[in-house]
């Protein structure tokens, strides 16, 4: 389990979607994402990759 704090800019989608790319590149190599979860207030996003 990987995890991310991203500001979501008024964006949860994007937010997330950046998230993945960050979590990506920080592991540097091809994993599978069997689960995402993201929770947090309005302002800061946390992304929760299960890896496989």
């Known amino acids: 389990v990987e995890s991310v704090y991203i500001r979501t800019e008024g964006k949860p989608i994007q937010s997330v ?8 590149e920080k592991l540097g190599k091809h994993y599978d994402i069997s689960g995402a979860g993201a929770t947090g207030s309005a302002r800061l996003t ?3 990759l299960f890896l496989h």
């Open 17 to 24: 979607q950046k998230g993945i790319q960050l979590m990506r």
């Open 46 to 48: 946390q992304l929760l």
